[in-house]
């Protein structure tokens, strides 16, 4: 007894943009957001929010309690709920019927967060305490922010959406690396599938642009110098990007009811582990081409059914050749059009899944696949992919959109579009 | 097609109480207390100087595999122990023909770096308490590429998925004090799902360090009862003044009925419910009507399709907190009405402490445990009834009472509310 999951709102924010108009809009030119980061000496690059995160919450109280993560994935949720006219719709309930539809309604987290800056905090009593632990202990209560505790959730997002908007269904917060975002929109599909909730939103964000967390993944020879070229022959690496995306998920009865507009349907979605080291990744790609055929299976598609891709694409060697692998090995020789979007605002780790599944329903609808930009010679491990720097066209109204992360994690999103507001 | 029914075959606990299942049930049969001065550091100077920690625990005496262990912290070696017990303890574990089809959802802690990797970036890259981040990017030293895997939100998962060769849906949440309990929810949906035929669920977390530790005082979340460890955490009694901060791990193995069947398993109980909500009121309080875990409970009963009167005892969140205590009360008496005074609870934590993360994951396992054995842990130190808390708590020694069926609770900062249904495998359906 499996419902139909349509999205019905969507709100996305990273170095390319405050709105997912925007940031559609500058993929489609080319236009990559990535900077310099200023003041942190030798030349650095990534993808930064240029608003002040504190601007982006409507209570002026919350951001001494909230990491920039969390401020980035309250703003986004809060487009997607808007986007969505739930608040609009549930204010023409009836009391009653309000409390009952809170209790139906699901948030779903992908969290992040700036895990070391975060512990910056305890720098002012490290000055005073040094080594000496007794002193720690003493000092501690003069010198750290009570709240320090609660600014360090991960669960932050969900609590405040919550606190925010009365929601109060079933919940997670997915802490799993770069697919905690994809995840995050497959669980909450799954919960509204099962009858467990009527409507969810699913959040993914993050904030891995900070100064220690760019020295660990510089170390480990995963960051490129200038630009993120994925599948290219001259890739170097990725760059890390702040931002977080959101998505409104309700039933297709649900939506149809209160005459929402539709911007599409999950149709289904997979997760597999490669059961290896944190970071290794099979070159065959192995646990991303069962993601993908876990997820094809799921959506009751063919492989042939598919009409675009936007691949996890993070600009690594050994990440792009291991998943071009996995689409060969899906799709034979008739891959369908394939993008990826990380050249264009970095790697947004816990948030990436989702942005890029708001970017993948603009194409599917735009019936328009944005080119890599920076693509200049496509690697020829993975020739047989239909990458262009220039658009193509999608060659039918579905995409599987594909996460990784460290641990051999592998998600797989499949999505159909809605044209003009309905579900074909 | 009817909805596949999930077993609970395996348990495996690390716990304040012993470094396995047996020792740890033993314990709490006993009421013995696993609460003590903090051991593991100097905590002399901090306002709250006891916990229960986990003692004389050596991960290479479960693990052989020193390569694996570099990369695992005091809490990782927790969970490869605990998910090791429990994959023995059922008599099945994942092989190259069925690895796809096992899963792995865990509960995990805060991740951030330990205090050695704070004070050597403190040393080498700060300036009157402010980071220098040019110093610290050019500095070769501050980069351990051991302690970045250590730090990734999802490396205790990694190294389970890793040890134990899980190929299937693997994934790692954090609603803080609920984590355990929403990831066995999670995981016993893999199965309805058909997704997976087993799954190795669980928590683990420790945040008996010097920055953990801080946290709580800070919040003022502690039983600063010193000079009284063993009594210091009391839940459901008037004089009760915070909790006690706990360690350790939990991991169940959850397996399609049919399949648990097929191999002649023994069964220790069905998680037949999950009930999942969130508070929405505020971060650290729950609403003083019950609001929030109310809906988890009545969740947990729909989802399992059991009658309120069907269930025979209640493993608390019971923290030991007025406010936390207080509300779980209400909420119980909203959900079972005439009911509530028929059902023996208690909070294990009264024994153990908060293991934070691990919490729901180590109490769904002890529940599991009273529904096997009909055998139900105390509620230790409450002595002096709170009116305000009035259901039959389980006081001096255990209760022999068949359970039909159990609830465990577990309630987290930010309002997560997580409530498992676990029924005898021989109940009445």
Not at chain 2, 124 to 137: C, E
Request: hydrophobic fraction near 45%; charged fraction near 20%; proline fraction near 4%.
């Amino acid at each position: 007894m499996s419902r139909r999951v349509v999205v019905t709102g969507s709100g996305a924010l990273c170095a390319a943009g405050a709105h997912c108009a925007d940031i559609w809009a500058a993929a489609c030119a080319g236009h990559s957001a990535l900077t310099t980061l200023s003041d942190w000496g030798a030349s650095r690059r990534g993808g930064v929010v240029e608003i002040d995160a504190r601007t982006l919450v409507e209570d002026r109280k919350l951001p001494k309690l909230l990491r920039r993560s969390d401020m980035y994935g309250l703003y986004a949720a809060a487009r997607a709920i808007d986007d969505a006219g739930l608040i609009a719709y549930r204010d023409t309930l009836a009391d009653r019927a309000v409390a009952t539809f809170n209790d139906r309604t699901g948030v779903f987290v992908g969290a992040g967060g700036s895990a070391y800056q975060n512990q910056y905090d305890f720098f002012p009593l490290l000055d005073v305490a040094g080594d000496d632990l007794p002193t720690f202990g003493r000092e501690l209560p003069a010198t750290v922010n009570p709240m320090w505790l609660l600014r360090s959730l991960p669960n932050n997002v969900l609590c405040h959406v919550g606190i925010r908007f009365g929601f109060k269904g079933a919940n997670a917060c997915i802490t799993n690396h770069s697919v905690s975002g994809l995840l995050a929109v497959s669980e909450a599909a799954s919960a509204i599938r099962a009858g467990e909730v009527e409507r969810a939103v699913a959040i993914g964000h993050d904030a891995p642009v900070e100064p220690q967390a760019v020295l660990y993944f510089e170390r480990l020879g995963l960051l490129a110098t200038e630009c993120v070229r994925p599948f290219d022959a001259a890739r170097s690496g990725s760059l890390l990007g702040d931002g977080a995306g959101a998505l409104l998920l309700e039933t297709a009865e649900g939506a149809a009811a209160r005459g929402a507009t539709v911007l599409g349907e999950i149709l289904g979605s997979g997760c597999a582990s490669e059961a290896g080291h944190l970071l290794a990744i099979r070159e065959d790609g192995d646990g991303l081409a069962r993601a993908m055929t876990a997820a094809l299976d799921d959506a009751g598609l063919d492989a042939a059914d598919v009409g675009m891709i936007v691949a996890h694409g993070n600009g690594t060697r050994r990440s792009d050749a291991s998943e071009a692998a996995a689409i060969g090995s899906v799709f034979g020789a008739a891959a369908p059009p394939v993008t990826a979007f990380k050249w264009a605002f970095g790697h947004l780790i816990a948030a990436a899944g989702v942005v890029e599944s708001v970017l993948a329903l603009h194409a599917l609808r735009a019936g328009v696949v944005p080119g890599i930009a920076t693509l200049r010679e496509v690697d020829p491990a993975c020739a047989h992919l239909p990458v262009l720097s220039a658009a193509q066209a999608p060659r039918s109204d579905v995409a599987l959109i594909l996460s990784r992360g460290f641990a051999g994690m592998n998600v797989v999103l499949a999505v159909r579009a809605a044209h003009g507001g309905r579900l074909p | 097609m009817t909805r596949p029914r999930v077993a609970v075959t395996g348990i495996g606990l690390v716990t304040p109480l012993g470094n396995d299942t047996a020792t740890t049930w033993a314990a709490l049969l006993g009421a013995r207390s696993g609460v003590a001065p903090v051991a593991g550091f100097d905590a002399s100077g901090f306002p709250v100087r006891i916990a229960a920690e986990v003692k004389g625990f050596d991960a290479r005496a479960v693990i052989d595999d020193r390569k694996l262990l570099k990369y695992a912290n005091r809490y990782h070696g927790f969970a490869l122990a605990a998910a090791e017990e429990a994959l023995r303890d059922a008599g099945v574990r994942p092989a190259a023909t069925t690895a796809t089809r096992w899963g792995c959802v865990v509960g995990s802690g805060m991740m951030g770096v330990d205090l050695g990797e704070l004070q050597q970036v403190h040393r080498r890259a700060v300036v009157d308490g402010a980071l220098q981040p040019a110093r610290l990017l050019a500095d070769g030293s501050l980069a351990d590429p051991v302690a970045f895997c250590r730090s990734q939100t999802n490396a205790g998962l990694g190294l389970l998925v890793q040890r134990f060769g899980i190929a299937g849906y693997a994934s790692s949440v954090h609603t803080a004090c609920a984590s355990g309990g929403q990831a066995i929810g999670t995981a016993a949906k893999l199965i309805r799902r058909g997704i997976a035929d087993h799954v190795l669920a669980g928590g683990f977390d420790s945040m008996i360090n010097p920055i953990g530790l801080a946290g709580f005082c800070l919040l003022g979340a502690l039983s600063a009862d010193n000079d009284a460890p063993e009594r210091a955490s009391r839940p459901f009694d008037a004089t009760r003044n915070g909790f006690v901060l706990g360690e350790g791990a939990g991991f169940l193995i959850l397996e399609a009925w049919t399949h648990a069947v097929a191999r002649g398993a023994r069964i220790y109980a069905e998680l037949a419910g999950d009930g999942n909500s969130l508070s929405s009121y505020r971060i650290t309080d729950s609403h003083p009507s019950g609001d929030g875990p109310i809906q988890a409970m009545r969740q947990g009963l729909a989802d399992a399709g059991i009658a309120a009167d069907a269930i025979d005892y209640l493993n608390a969140h019971g923290t030991s907190t007025l406010m936390n205590d207080r509300s779980e009360c209400a909420a119980v008496h909203a959900v079972f009405g005439a009911h509530a005074g028929r059902i023996a609870v208690s909070s294990t934590k009264s024994l153990m402490g908060h293991l934070i993360a691990a919490a729901g994951a180590v109490e769904a396992g002890i529940t599991a445990l009273a529904v096997h054995h009909g055998t139900l842990p105390v509620n230790a130190n409450l002595v002096e009834r709170d009116p305000e808390c009035d259901l039959d708590f389980i006081c001096g020694t255990p209760r022999a009472r068949p359970v039909r069926a159990a609830l465990s609770n577990a309630f987290g900062f930010g309002g997560s509310n997580s409530c498992l249904v676990l029924r005898h495998p021989e109940a009445d359906r």
